[in-house]
């Protein structure tokens, strides 16, 4: 499977917290629609990583890293319901959507190996279209002033691309930006909004 058909899975992850910004649910329904999620893709983790279950999609999706370990999809899961729950969804949503849309933006333009850094060009566009995903959101609903939501999307796009440009190694295990992007941004944001504002 191409590198970009990957990506275009990974962006497929949009849908869900367009479920939340189309009204088709509430936020805490949304919520509970990704601990569901998460639950699913914890069980066929344990049956890939346990029994040995070999479908094609996980030869064609998963990395050469992620074949004995959690795969990235489901980090990619667990990263969205943990945002989901520990903060609003106007800081949640845009972090979601760092990984959802900024990810594969940055994964196209160029990537990196483990322990290494991506390229400052990929870098700054990671944190070019995280900001500008973030802005609608820090500018508008969160009921700031416009320098602080701008600070506060400058923040959360600082924690993703950070997130995002490098993945360090930690006692033989890829900490993988699947996992990391959701709440560095988040983090960033809340950081701002609640501690500035």
Avoid at 80 to 92: R, S
Avoid at 96 to 110: A, K
Avoid at 131 to 159: C, I, S, Y
Wanted: hydrophobic fraction near 55%; aromatic fraction near 10%; charged fraction near 10%.
């Amino acid at each position: 499977m191409s590198e970009l058909t990957r990506r275009f899975v990974h962006a497929s992850g949009t849908s869900i917290p367009a479920l939340y910004l189309l009204g088709a649910v509430t936020w805490q329904q949304l919520g509970y629609v990704l601990l569901g999620l998460s639950a699913v893709v914890s069980v066929l983790e344990l049956v890939r990583l346990v029994v040995g279950l070999d479908w094609w999609v996980y030869r064609e999706l998963t990395r050469e890293y992620e074949q004995e370990n959690v795969a990235g999809y489901a980090l990619y899961m667990y990263s969205m319901t943990v945002v989901a729950w520990l903060f609003p969804w106007f800081v949640a949503v845009p972090g979601m959507l760092m990984l959802t849309v900024g990810d594969p933006i940055s994964g196209i333009l160029g990537s990196n190996e483990a322990g290494r850094a991506k390229e400052l060009g990929v870098l700054a566009a990671m944190f070019l279209v995280c900001f500008a995903l973030a802005v609608p959101f820090t500018t508008g609903p969160a009921g700031t002033t416009r320098v602080v939501g701008l600070g506060a999307a400058a923040a959360g796009a600082a924690g993703a691309t950070f997130a995002d440009g490098v993945k360090p190694v930690v006692a033989g295990y890829v900490v993988d930006d699947n996992l990391s992007i959701p709440p560095a941004a988040c983090v960033g944001i809340a950081a701002v909004l609640w501690l500035v504002a």
